[in-house]
């Protein structure tokens, strides 16, 4: 399996603009999350899937920000507008949702908002 | 909230000898703890967990021990090596029904040769 793939791998955009990530996970998990790592809080749950539907997204910081999961392998995160504070790198993990079981996380999306 | 903490941002230790990375949480419903390692520009990647009804579990160079009613858990690394460097996240689940992990800000291990 090639893993959890991410795309673009990198993303420079105006402030204002719409920016769309992707992921798609590992084929057979059935939980996907959406990570944003900053330095001053380290990696941070913006929202995660079970079986496709939004089981909490009690992180996702403001409305500029949603998710969908429109099938088990594939989900996008979405902000519109985009502001530079919203520059970070964003991580899409996915797990088998077992008990005692570790989520498998891509490489990444370095954002950037200028 | 940060609801698991990593108390120091980077740890510098000489090849060779014991590298002790340190991690505290507040939540006592946690029930399973992970740590992963990251390299730059590379996503995170599942290194050793642990289950609250063990104290400690032991992978090779890498041993986790768990501080229930510390709420403590600790990385020993021995013997470092500089293919070691890396940032290091505790991250911690909250029973069943609840697959999320909450993570800490992590910790910059450097390895010097």
């Not at chain 1, 057979?28 to 079970?50: A, C, D, K, P, V």
């Not at chain 2, 703890?33 to 390299?39: A, E, S, T």
């Not at chain 2, 590379?42 to 986790?64: A, C, H, M, Q, Y």
């Not at chain 2, 460097?85 to 910059?108: E, I, Q």
């Amino acid at each position: 399996d090639a893993g959890v793939i991410q795309s673009p791998r990198h993303e420079v955009t105006e402030m204002g603009q719409e920016v769309t990530l992707r992921c798609k996970p590992i084929s057979g998990h059935n939980s996907l999350f959406w990570y944003r790592q900053t330095m001053m809080r380290g990696l941070e749950l913006l929202i995660y899937f079970n079986n496709n539907v939004p089981i909490d997204d009690s992180g996702m910081p403001e409305d500029r920000f949603s998710a969908k999961m429109p099938n088990a392998s594939f989900s996008t995160l979405k902000i519109q507008p985009s502001e530079p504070r919203d520059s970070a790198v964003y991580f899409c993990a996915s797990s088998n949702g077992g008990l005692n079981t570790e989520a498998f996380f891509g490489q990444g999306t370095r954002l950037t908002v200028v | 909230d940060q609801q698991v903490k990593q108390n120091s941002p980077s740890l510098s230790v000489q090849e060779g000898r014991i590298s002790i990375l340190n991690c505290d949480y507040t939540n006592s419903m946690f029930d399973y703890f992970l740590w992963y390692k990251k390299y730059p520009a590379e996503g995170p990647t599942f290194l050793i967990s642990i289950s609250s009804i063990k104290d400690k579990n032991e992978d090779g160079r890498f041993t986790v021990f768990l501080n229930k009613s510390a709420k403590h858990l600790s990385l020993h690394i021995v013997p470092s090596q500089p293919g070691d460097s890396a940032v290091y996240f505790c991250a911690a689940r909250k029973g069943t029904g609840a697959n999320n992990l909450f993570f800490g800000t992590g910790t910059r291990l450097t390895v010097i040769p």
